[in-house]
């Protein structure tokens, strides 16, 4: 007799055990026997529910709910995007109503056309009364927040790669070391047995179907929160993307991964590039007027891809505000502190960051006020002064 789980060997042990003690007719040796099988085996089924995989967890959970509302970060990028959609998916396998929802706007344009392309539904909420559903899944974040009476709210589930404590009522699943959420929920899918399917084959499939638009969103997520496989990866992102391949629709992603960029964004990374004042290693570059703010970071990236260059702020004006975006890629530069340091000299100004990326707001009247202009007379290159002093260390 074979039974999973349970070798031979044991069961003989069993068997002598039974005759050990006095248990020698048949009948009760046979007893005995099925006895322990049947405790072995409820055994092994109970270990199997406690070791099952955290997709399979995640789909139980999505089942015990009639709806739920999937919420991205404020500003979604692709990666929370892809998130959303895996997570949609896998509640439409247990007939779970489910809606995506986000804080604040999706404006880069790579961040559009991923919307656009896959043509998701995402619907836009300003205060917690907005969500879909009482059960609200936070992906690529632990904390809600960016609308009204976010803290207020107790998450359903989290998934999600960043630090932080934010934890779901019913499931948690944060994985600090993974280079993008998508991993995850790519591992979600796989997990319960789900099959990439390539755009052409999805009809004649059967079982759980990974669609082409959610296996190339996947795909696209985990890329880009890991520079395209270059940086923050662990082996995780590998095999997800390996899991992925059959079911990428490559139309689909050369379309995401190269957006038409406008008119303007190309011009303002000109004027950022042709206007550079270069100190050292350090460039800044002032574009002028802009229309476009999210211009400004794309132009700072460009920038900091320039030769000898390892820290670029870039700022221009829209209205009565100018945005100033920082890069680092040097140690001596935390570009956020840098940039708090230029605000902090001017009223009403805002910046921060990170290490190696920063952003600010200076209000048109507060940095003529600090440079000593007259309100009406803005100078920018004061700004510039300051912004090189910041970056010395100079202040
Ligand atoms: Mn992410």
């Not at 009522?169 to 600090?176: L, V």
């Not at 406008?262 to 990374?269: F, Q």
């Not at 004027?271 to 703010?293: C, E, H, K, L, M």
Request: hydrophobic share 40%; proline share 4%; net charge negative.
């Amino acid at each position: 007799m074979q039974l999973p789980g349970i070798p031979e060997m044991r069961l003989r042990e069993v068997v002598r055990a039974a005759e050990t003690y006095g248990l020698s007719s048949p009948e009760l040796a046979g007893a005995a026997v099925l006895g322990a099988i049947a405790l072995l085996a409820s055994l092994w089924l109970i270990v199997r529910w406690i070791r099952r995989p955290m997709g399979a967890r995640l789909k139980r959970a999505l089942s015990k709910s009639d709806e739920v509302a999937v919420l991205m970060h404020p500003n979604p990028d692709p990666d929370a995007m892809a998130c959303a959609i895996g997570i949609a998916h896998l509640a439409s396998e247990v007939d779970t109503e489910a809606s995506i929802q986000f804080a604040g706007q999706i404006r880069h344009q790579e961040n559009r056309a991923f919307r656009t392309v896959l043509d998701l539904e995402l619907d836009q909420i300003d205060h917690v009364s907005e969500l879909a559903s009482e059960d609200v899944i936070l992906v690529d974040h632990n904390t809600p927040r960016g609308f009204e009476g976010a803290e207020r709210l107790e998450p359903y589930a989290v998934v999600d790669h960043h630090p932080g404590n934010g934890t779901g009522e019913r499931f948690t699943d944060q994985r600090t070391d993974y280079g993008a959420c998508a991993t995850i929920v790519a591992e979600y899918l796989e997990d319960v047995g789900g099959t990439p399917v390539g755009p052409d084959d999805e009809r004649d499939a059967d079982g759980f179907v990974v669609p082409a638009d959610v296996s190339t969103g996947l795909l696209y997520g985990i890329q880009c929160d890991t520079k395209h496989l270059t940086s923050g990866c662990t082996e995780a992102e590998f095999s997800a993307a390996a899991y992925l391949y059959e079911g990428v629709d490559e139309d689909l992603l050369d379309r995401i991964a190269n957006p038409q960029v406008s008119a303007e964004v190309l011009e303002v990374k000109s004027r950022a590039i042709s206007g550079r004042d270069v100190r050292g290693s350090f460039a800044v570059s002032d574009v002028g007027r802009i229309n476009n703010v999210d211009a400004v970071p794309q132009a700072a990236d460009e920038l900091l891809r320039l030769e000898g260059v390892t820290a670029v702020v870039v700022y221009g004006r829209r209205d009565d505000t100018v945005h100033l975006s920082g890069r680092s890629r040097d140690d001596r530069v935390h570009m956020g502190k840098a940039l708090e340091t230029v605000a902090d000299e001017i009223p009403g100004a805002s910046a921060g960051g990170h290490a190696r990326m920063g952003g600010g707001q200076v209000p048109v009247e507060g940095a003529a006020y600090a440079s000593g202009a007259e309100a009406a007379m803005w100078s920018q290159a004061e700004l510039g002064e300051d912004v090189f002093d910041a970056l010395n260390g100079d202040v």
